[in-house]
Structure formats: structure tokens, C-alpha cells
């Protein structure tokens, strides 16, 4: 089942949203430090009863961040509010996890004519004592470092939290019962992090400072379930909750795939109205079917000539308003179903077609690198340990002072631009080329024209 992914303006700032299946639609609220990314899986499955849009949250993935210096609980909540008003919700049904379920809650309490129904996974009921686990010592400062040194602290973060509560203290106290490293997962929740940068702290601190918003017993609000799984540490928090509301019910599942089928199926009983979502005009995003390409491609900008990027690179290192798509397998659009083509004639298909379609007249080309594209572009799976990442970084700061960037000479010494070293640079550059499953496979089609 395909996702889509729009763009909705709200004022000066600029929402992301994910849209799957067909139905009574759904809101879907995702957790800190993640983006509606997290929802794909469950999107697949729950599409085939709702219409699920979940949006990324001001400052994480694709959404720009609230205007505000230290947004708290009732600002995320009013721009989840302000953004099911405008995508066309008029009683919102909702599903939310962790601290998207606190957003959520704290929504419902102080405008509960405006659900129709919430599910949570994970709400919590902290104790004064934990309050102290979650403070500021739970949020350091994501900041760029010259050699990398923030990657291996986001990887081991994202890692150890699923070893303990909270993740910053490896003690046997605090130990978890499901622990895993697994790769592919750790590495979806690193790049999430990646993205919102030091912005990561706002909706966490947010959600983390938040009071216990589940309403008195004798509220008059819409219905709940407020729901958990025996490995999640706020499981234990559903036992600390007082008398709720009439129509609320509560539940521990087994795992993740029986909580979110028990979620889906009481959300199913509460629907809301169906209506046709609303989107920016330039959503940002074009249904592309070309060369033995079937998806989304990534496009920004205005003007008559459209620019690409070089391979590993992305529409946003082009710098300026000029019309700009990342290509299949790079930045923010789909990968090649199956392996990506080295065959030029594919790639030019996919172009030819985002130009017609963009109204292109003119294409240009960022310049190739120099050099074999096996040592250009090596593998970058993600590895046990997160070592992807820092070889990568390694990679391009070597590439701002040597060409080729894997030989290094001083026959191959390059000069260094100005700021050419400056960390919130590289890690820009730095998610392209992770993000650039097919950098590769694009360096050797181009070659073939020369």
C-alpha cells in the first residue's frame, strides 16, 4: 500500500504529512525524538480500514519548528489542533504513542469538542521521584562535532534506551526487558534524531514536563483507550491511574503487534467524518512512474531549469530558490524498487518526466566527483555498532581536502574552502550521503554519457 507525503502550510510554517489508505480518517501522532516516519508499518496495515494522515511534528522530520523559544505542552498541542483543523478534520479520531499521547491528551482536555475519539500508547503517570530521571540530564545538546563525535553518542543513545530507563543510567535497576540492536531499526531512530538536530530537546522536554492531563472521572469528555504493551516501561503506570472518565477503557497487550491491532480495532468504533485532506498547491512531492521507477520524487523551487544534484548529495546542498529534485534513491524521494539501474536511459526517463511535469525546459548537472565510485561511495548499511556513520562522516571531511576523497597524498591535496570544515556543514552533507541509497548507481550511469 503506497504512502504519500504532502505539505501544509500553517501560517509562516510549514507541515510534512504522510497519507495512507482509505476509510473514516485517523490522525496519528508520533513520539520524540521520531517523525510520522515511525507510522510506516503500522500505516500499511491500518490503511486498509482508515485513512491514516500523520503528520511530523513542529521541529522533527520535514516540519519546521514552532516559533517559539521554549515551546511547551500546550503548543505542541495547539499546532496538532491548529494542523487536524486545516488538513480538514472537523472531530478528530487520534492515535498517539508516548509523547505524542501526552500532546494529544493534553489537547483533548482543554478542547474535547474537538475529538471524536483518542487511543494512546504508553500515556505515563510519573512519579515526583521519576520526574528527576526525565529533567534535563535526559536531553543533552545534539549539537555537530568537527570529527563526528555526535554520532556515536546518538547511536549508543538511541541503542542503550531500549536497555534502560532511563538510558543514561546503566544500572541493573534499570534494566528493560526487551532489549535489542537490532540495526535497521536503530538506524531509522538516529536519523530521525539527526534530522531535528538540537530542536529533538523542544518536543521532548515538552512532553517530558508535561502535568497528568487525563480529566476527572466525571468529565464530560469523548472516549478513550489508553493501552500499553508488557516490554514498555510506562506499562507500569497504567496501575497508578485514578478513576477515568465514562467510555475510557484501559488495556496491556502482550507485545506492539497485538497493542496496535487492539488500538486499531476500538478506533474503529469511533470513527470521524471523511473528508478530502488539504495540501500546499507546491506539495512538494511528485507520483512519478517512469524508466522502472514507481514512486515520489522530492521537488523544490521555481524557474524554467531544473537542477540535479550530484551523486550522495540531495536538492538541499544546491543552495538557492532554483527548481531542484533529489533523484530516486537520494534525499527525501523513494528508492529504486530492486536494485537502482546503471543504465543512464532510466535515470533520464525519471528526469524527463519531474520536467514535463514541473515545467521544465533546461536541465543542469552538479559536477561529478573524481574517482572509482566503489571507494566514493562505499557501503553504507547500517552496522551493529554505528560505524556507517562515522565512516561516512570520515569520508566527506576527507573529500574537502583531497580529491579523490579516499586517497589521501600529498599528490591528491586539494584547497579547502572557506568553512569547508564547519560541522553543521558536513552534517548536512553528512544525511545526503547516508540518505543516498543509490549514489552509486547514479555515478556510474552518468559516467556512461561522457
Excluded at 263 to 283: K, S, T
Excluded at 307 to 323: E, I, K, M, Q, V
Aim: net charge negative; proline share 10%; with cysteine.
Amino acid at each position: 500500500m503506497r504512502i504519500t507525503r504532502h505539505y501544509l502550510t500553517l501560517g509562516q510554517r510549514r507541515v510534512h504529512y504522510r497519507m495512507c489508505g482509505d476509510g473514516p480518517p485517523l490522525l496519528l501522532i508520533h513520539q520524540s525524538p521520531r517523525s510520522s516516519a515511525e507510522y510506516e508499518t503500522v500505516m500499511r496495515t491500518w490503511g486498509t480500514r482508515f485513512t491514516c494522515i500523520a503528520p511530523d511534528s513542529p521541529g522533527f522530520g520535514q516540519s519546521d519548528p514552532l516559533a517559539i523559544e521554549r515551546p511547551a505542552t500546550e503548543d505542541f498541542a495547539d499546532a496538532i489542533l491548529a494542523f487536524a483543523g486545516a488538513v480538514g478534520f472537523e472531530k478528530i479520531a487520534t492515535y498517539g504513542f508516548h509523547s505524542g499521547g501526552i500532546f494529544l491528551m493534553n489537547a483533548l482536555k482543554r478542547h474535547p469538542g474537538r475529538f471524536a475519539a483518542l487511543a494512546v500508547g504508553g500515556y505515563p503517570c510519573f512519579l515526583p521521584h521519576e520526574r528527576d530521571d526525565v529533567g534535563e540530564a535526559y536531553l543533552p545538546p545534539l549539537v555537530p562535532q568537527p570529527y563526528g563525535e555526535h554520532l556515536l553518542w546518538a547511536w549508543n543513545r538511541m541503542l542503550e534506551q531500549s536497555w534502560y530507563f532511563p538510558w543514561y543510567k546503566p544500572e541493573q535497576a534499570r534494566r528493560l526487558p526487551a532489549p535489542h540492536a537490532d540495526p535497521a531499526a536503530l538506524h531509522a531512530q538516529v536519523m530521525d534524531l539527526l534530522v531535528s538536530g538540537d530542536a529533538y530537546r523542544h518536543g521532548y522536554r515538552a512532553a517530558l514536563s508535561a502535568g497528568f492531563d487525563v480529566p476527572p472521572a466525571d468529565a464530560d469528555v469523548p472516549p478513550a483507550f489508553l493501552s500499553s504493551y508488557t516490554s514498555d516501561p510506562m506499562t507500569a503506570h497504567i496501575a497508578r491511574f485514578p478513576p477515568l472518565p465514562a467510555g475510557w477503557e484501559t488495556a496491556v497487550q502482550p507485545g506492539p503487534a497485538a497493542h496496535y491491532a487492539a488500538a486499531a480495532d476500538w478506533l474503529a468504533r469511533h470513527p470521524a467524518l471523511q473528508f478530502a485532506p488539504a495540501q500546499d498547491e507546491d506539495a512538494g512531492f511528485l507520483e512519478i512512474d517512469a524508466g522502472g521507477f514507481d514512486g515520489l520524487i522530492h521537488w523544490r523551487g521555481t524557474g524554467d531549469a531544473l537542477h540535479l544534484h550530484a551523486p550522495g548529495r540531495s536538492l538541499d546542498l544546491l543552495g538557492g530558490n532554483g527548481l531542484a529534485i533529489d533523484l530516486p534513491g537520494h534525499g527525501l524521494s523513494d528508492r529504486w524498487p530492486g536494485e537502482p539501474p546503471i543504465d543512464w536511459a532510466a535515470w533520464q526517463a525519471v528526469i524527463d518526466a519531474a520536467a514535463d511535469r514541473l515545467g521544465a525546459s533546461t536541465v543542469t548537472h552538479e559536477p561529478l566527483l573524481e574517482g572509482d565510485p566503489r571507494q566514493l561511495f562505499p557501503d553504507l548499511t547500517p552496522d551493529r555498532y554505528g560505524n556507517h556513520l562515522t565512516n561516512a562522516w570520515a569520508l566527506l571531511r576527507a573529500g574537502h581536502g583531497f580529491a579523490p576523497r579516499y586517497a589521501v597524498s600529498p599528490a591528491t591535496m586539494i584547497p579547502l574552502g572557506q568553512g569547508a570544515m564547519d560541522p553543521e556543514q558536513l552534517a548536512r552533507e553528512h544525511l545526503a550521503l547516508i540518505r543516498a541509497s543509490a549514489a552509486q548507481a547514479l555515478h556510474r550511469a552518468r559516467l556512461s554519457t561522457r
